[in-house]
């Protein structure tokens, strides 16, 4: 499913982003992705979605070799990997349901499959019933799930979560940990970046630790260690 073999991204001869990082994450896999500020997680997201180009290496997602992806088709690329961010980037001037439909309708979705499509969604990320809400009448919990709605409303393969729980109450920040476990058992395969120490040690999946560009860990079920506060 996501496959970087040996990336390094560099943007000038004094910042060297990623150092020769390889990775692979299996279909259906719930990764969590761990580092400190600079570290390298932003530029790898990026480099996931296409918003940035390695500088050597590998990197292929779903089949698709970066190498030979033309950019023409980064917006077909884009389909298959949703983001959800800290800051939710709703539209303000949009109600729930008007949200999570553009989503849809700037790839061309028609009025019968959207109607259809967004409902369904809604539901799934516990909306049902708040379609004409508009975001400032929401909860900082409930506006991160209608982000989360808008991110997997085209079926994408990969939903990537940047920091999702950074703005939110513990409270509220299970709840999302939740729906994207319910969102990996459905066949989606998430990556998750967090510096929450509670969700980690919950969670016991596959945590990967980013140091300075370089991955230091891979391990399986793995918590942090309160005594020295590394994986």
Request: charged share 30%; no cysteine; net charge positive.
């Amino acid at each position: 499913m996501i496959l970087l073999d040996r990336v390094t991204k560099v943007y000038n001869r004094n910042s060297t982003a990623l150092d020769r990082i390889s990775l692979h994450v299996e279909p259906k896999e719930f990764v969590i992705i761990i580092g400190a500020s600079g570290a390298g997680k932003s530029t790898l997201l990026k480099l996931l979605t296409r918003e940035e180009r390695q500088t050597s290496g590998k990197i292929v997602i779903g089949g698709i070799d970066y190498d030979k992806l033309k950019d023409k088709n980064i917006p077909i690329l884009r389909r298959k990997i949703g983001v959800v961010f800290q800051d939710f980037k709703l539209l303000p001037n949009k109600n729930v349901y008007e949200n999570v439909a553009f989503a849809l309708e700037i790839v061309g979705y028609g009025n019968n499959e959207i109607k259809h499509t967004v409902p369904r969604v809604l539901d799934i990320v516990g909306l049902k019933g708040k379609e004409k809400r508009m975001p400032m009448e929401l909860s900082g919990g409930e506006r991160q799930r209608v982000a989360i709605a808008r991110a997997i409303v085209r079926q994408p393969k990969i939903l990537i979560a940047d920091e999702p729980t950074g703005n939110l109450d513990p409270k509220y920040a299970w709840d999302i940990i939740k729906i994207l476990e319910k969102i990996n058992r459905y066949g989606t395969t998430v990556l998750l970046t967090t510096h929450n120490q509670d969700i980690v040690n919950k969670l016991k999946r596959r945590v990967i630790t980013i140091k300075d560009g370089r991955i230091v860990s891979d391990r399986a079920n793995a918590e942090y260690n309160p005594g020295t506060s590394k994986i």
